[in-house]
C-alpha cells in the first residue's frame, strides 16, 4: 500500500531565505508524486509533479522537488522565500491505476518578514 | 472558464438532516473526486468516478452517496448527518486518472454538524 508522510506539520523561515518542505513516501512500484498547495480559504494548486521523467522537477513560482528512490524522498525546495509564500503545502502520491491520490497530513509554511 | 464550482460555500446542519452537495466542471474532464479535509490529516477520498454512470469508493466512503449521470456533474449526499462529517469537503476534476494528471479543485464547501 502507498503512503505518504510529511516530516514536519510546520515550518517557519525568514522573507528571503530558502524553503525545505520534507516528504517521504511507499511504495511497491515507482510511483507518481505531486505536491499541491492551499492558500487560506482557497482551493488546492498543483505546484509540481513527477512520473517518472527528470528526478528535478521545476514547477511554478520558484519550487523545485527532486525524486530520490533511494531515500523514497520528494522534497520540495525554494531558493528564497516570499511572503506569498505562506500556505499549506500537500504531498500526494497516486495509486498505480491512478484512481486513487492519497495526501499527506501537510505542512503549513510561515514566511516572516 | 469556471473551471470546478462547489456549491454552497458554507452550510450547518443538524445531526440526522441530510443534505447534497454540488459539484460541477465544465472542462468536459471523465475523473471527479470528493476529498474532506479535516486537521492534522490532510485530504482523504470519499468516492470517485472515472465517468459517467462509473463511481468507487474511496478510503472514507461511509455515510456519503455519490451519483454521476452526468460528465459534468458529480454531487455528494450526506444520508443521515453526523457530527463527525463536520470537515471542508473539496470536489476535484481530471482529465483523466490522477496518475499523470493534475487535478483541478473547487473552492471547497465547510460544513458543519450541530
Known amino acids: 500500500a502507498q503512503s505518504v508522510t510529511q516530516l514536519d506539520s510546520h515550518v517557519s523561515v525568514s522573507e528571503g531565505t530558502p524553503v525545505l518542505l520534507r516528504c517521504n513516501y511507499s511504495?511497491?512500484?515507482?510511483?507518481?508524486l505531486f505536491w499541491y498547495v492551499q492558500h487560506p480559504n482557497k482551493g488546492l494548486q498543483l505546484l509540481l509533479k513527477?512520473?517518472?521523467?527528470?528526478?528535478l522537477v521545476k514547477g511554478i513560482n520558484g519550487f523545485e522537488a527532486e525524486f530520490k528512490k533511494s531515500e523514497t524522498s520528494f522534497h520540495l525546495t525554494k531558493p528564497s522565500a516570499h511572503m506569498s509564500d505562506a500556505a499549506e503545502y500537500f504531498c500526494?502520491?497516486?495509486?498505480?491505476?491512478?484512481?486513487?491520490?492519497?495526501f499527506g497530513a501537510g505542512t503549513r509554511l510561515f514566511v516572516k518578514a | 472558464n469556471a473551471g470546478v464550482t462547489q456549491t454552497p460555500k458554507f452550510q450547518v446542519l443538524k445531526t440526522g438532516q441530510s443534505m447534497t452537495l454540488q459539484c460541477a466542471q465544465d472542462?468536459?474532464?471523465?475523473?471527479m473526486s470528493w476529498y474532506r479535509q479535516d486537521p492534522g490529516m490532510g485530504l482523504r477520498l470519499i468516492h470517485y468516478?472515472?465517468?459517467?454512470?462509473?463511481?468507487d469508493q474511496g478510503e472514507v466512503p461511509n455515510g456519503y452517496n455519490v451519483s454521476r449521470s452526468t460528465t459534468e456533474d458529480f454531487p455528494l449526499r450526506l444520508l443521515s448527518a453526523a457530527p463527525s462529517q463536520t470537515s471542508v469537503y473539496f470536489c476535484?476534476?481530471?482529465?483523466?486518472?490522477?496518475?499523470?494528471?493534475?487535478?483541478?479543485f473547487g473552492q471547497g464547501t465547510r460544513l458543519t454538524v450541530v
Open positions: 476535484a476534476s481530471s482529465y483523466e486518472r490522477a496518475l499523470n494528471t493534475e487535478a483541478f
Open positions: 511504495s511497491s512500484y515507482s510511483p507518481s
Open positions: 513527477y512520473t517518472s521523467a527528470a528526478t
Open positions: 500526494v502520491v497516486s495509486d498505480l491505476g491512478g484512481f486513487k491520490t492519497i
Open positions: 472542462m468536459n474532464h471523465e475523473y
Open positions: 468516478s472515472v465517468g459517467a454512470g462509473i463511481t
